[in-house]
């Protein structure tokens, strides 16, 4: 476990443990459809290196998250750009999501980087972040729950 000390105040970071096992997780995070449910919805994704695919944010004005997968070890880490093309400036962060077995569930990391804090905007967009992914991970939680095992 980290200590408060230790976090990187530039970098949103959320661990969450699920009970489903850790293929549940790892679907719902790489399934298009699976991720609908609980995230956006995309075009054009794939967990494959290189891929590069649209989330559509469902705002109005609707928005896009322009995204590349970056890195994959299957079942266990999947890692993609994030860029938000609403911005007047947009800024390139990085998302990283880690499955692992624990116990008889799943722990799932999220990390997200490239956050600039002596940036004000950046670190407003920061925050906002952690506030959306933690509804997020709700979601994700709640159509896990639901799920056929």
Do not use: Y
Not at 6 to 16: H, N
Not at 56 to 68: D, F, K, S
Not at 111 to 118: A, E, K, L, P
């Amino acid at each position: 476990m980290t200590s408060d000390a230790e976090l990187d105040p530039a970098a949103v970071e959320i661990g969450s443990f699920f009970p489903q096992p850790p293929n549940a997780v790892w679907r719902a995070l790489t399934d298009p459809d699976r991720l609908e449910q609980w995230l956006m919805r995309s075009t054009g994704f794939a967990p494959a290196i290189g891929t590069h695919f649209i989330f559509a944010v469902p705002t109005r004005p609707g928005g896009e998250i322009a995204c590349e997968v970056l890195a994959l070890r299957p079942a266990e880490q999947i890692t993609f750009t994030w860029v938000d093309l609403r911005a007047t400036h947009p800024a390139r962060w990085v998302v990283d999501w880690t499955v692992s077995a624990q116990g008889r569930g799943t722990r799932l990391l999220l990390t997200q980087t490239g956050f600039d804090i002596d940036n004000r905007r950046q670190k407003m967009a920061r925050n906002a972040m952690e506030r959306g992914w933690k509804a997020s991970l709700t979601r994700l939680r709640e159509m896990l729950d639901r799920a056929e095992p």
